[in-house]
């Protein structure tokens, strides 16, 4: 690589460790170019991205940023999977290593905090920021329903009170 292209390298990784969210490390030794693809394909899926650069060159990008932490986590052939979505790349990072036993999860970083394998884990198993904008919208609509339908029931009651009376009076 010239210097040119490093320095580039180098400032477009700063940037994307910048504003992400979280960032996973991994080895990926041993994997195909398929498999790569199909990994690349699932982050994008999920609205994370992966990116594979010269170890060297990502801890310089990573100086100035909130994940500086992953540094020492960058040995041998790894891949940096990021997302502004907490959720999105440990979840399709997880899922991916449970199919592929040659990618291996290290560690990663969430804003300051470092985390181990556990972390990461831990991280892909809670809800994804879709699914709790979800819960919460039902949450605040099932109230909101709840009285609708009790606003309802004492008319309902009253109708079908009337309706057995006039049934009656129509046997009688």
């Known amino acids: 690589m010239e210097r ?12 994307v460790f910048k504003t992400t969210g979280v960032a996973i490390v991994a080895q990926y030794s041993g994997l195909t170019v398929a498999q790569m693809q199909k990994l690349r394909m699932q982050m994008k899926q999920a609205g994370a991205s992966v990116k594979v650069s010269k170890n060297r060159l990502a801890k310089i990008a990573l100086e100035g940023t909130d994940v500086v932490n992953i540094g020492p986590m960058l040995k041998g052939p790894t891949v940096i999977a990021t997302s502004n979505d907490p959720v999105a790349a440990p979840k399709v990072a997880v899922e991916f290593a449970k199919a592929n036993e040659k990618f291996v999860i290290v560690g990663g970083s969430m804003g300051k905090t470092v985390l181990n394998v556990d972390g990461v884990k831990a991280l892909a198993s809670l809800p994804s920021l879709d699914e709790l904008r979800g819960k919460i919208v039902g949450l605040i609509v099932a109230p909101a329903t709840k009285l609708a339908q009790l606003a309802n029931a004492p008319a309902g009651k009253l109708a079908r009170v009337i309706q057995a009376h006039a049934s009656k009076g129509e046997a009688a």
Not at 4 to 15: H, I, M, P, S
């Open 4 to 15: 040119a292209a490093k320095k580039e390298a180098v400032e477009q990784l700063n940037g």
